[in-house]
T-cell receptor, first 113, second 114 residues
């Protein structure tokens, strides 16, 4: 019963490098989300998707891109990594828009130096 | 005023104590409510949904007061393992703004001491 799976768990990037954070879910959820959480702070929404082919910006989208080609996968792309993107990234999914809770992946801990 | 507000704590309580957290929300069109638990450096995990009639799960009781626009979480007989940050989540009935339709509180930190 995998739920939401994120890879990698940890990554160190140099300034200016790029990477893709992978997220996949096996619950057939239409709604998927990317959040970041800085130390001691709350969750901030980066991007979300309401179904395959549909994505929208959240609160802090700058420096990130997403795609949603399938129901299962929702990768997050960082272009030109900056130290301000050092954070823990959580992917989440839910079954519907208003009544269902979020299921979170284990997170990706990213450091940009 | 923030859409969802929680007392950040920390709440420092002895084992066996009863502790209660409140979470207020400002959007009267909010539809669904949840409590999550987040351990240090881990992902948030669903603790319980909050229903209008109130609901209980073992030592945990959640209540919703729509008239006053708050939800509460009561933990009885606190255990050391209850030490964590407790997040409330409010779901709006429609998307609006950059937060999508799920609004997270910033969390209340609980520390249970021996």
């Amino acid at each position: 019963n995998a739920g939401v799976t994120q890879t990698p768990k940890f990554r160190i990037l140099k300034i200016g490098q790029s990477m893709t954070l992978q997220c996949t879910q096996d619950m057939n959820h239409n709604y998927m989300y990317w959040y970041r959480q800085d130390p001691g702070m709350g969750l901030k929404l980066i991007y979300y998707s309401v179904g395959a082919g549909i994505t929208d910006k959240g609160e802090v989208p700058n420096g990130y891109n997403v795609s949603r080609s399938t129901t299962e996968d929702f990768p997050l792309r960082l272009e030109l990594a900056a130290p301000s993107q050092t954070s823990v990234y959580f992917c989440a999914s839910s079954a519907d828009r208003t009544n269902s809770p979020l299921h979170f992946g284990n997170g990706t801990r990213l450091t940009v130096t | 005023r923030k859409e969802v507000e929680q007392d950040p704590g920390p709440f420092n309580v002895p084992e066996g104590a009863t502790v209660a957290f409140n979470c207020t929300y400002s959007n009267s069109a909010s539809q669904s409510f949840f409590w999550y638990r987040q351990d240090c450096r881990k992902e948030p995990k669903l603790l319980m949904s909050v229903y209008s009639s109130g609901n209980e799960d073992g030592r945990f009781t959640a209540q919703l007061n729509r008239a006053s626009q708050y939800i509460s979480l009561l933990i009885r007989d606190s255990k050391l393992s209850d030490s964590a940050t407790y997040l409330c989540v409010v779901i709006r009935s429609r998307y609006g703004g950059s937060q999508g339709n799920l609004i997270f509180g910033k969390g209340t930190k609980l520390s249970v001491k021996p």
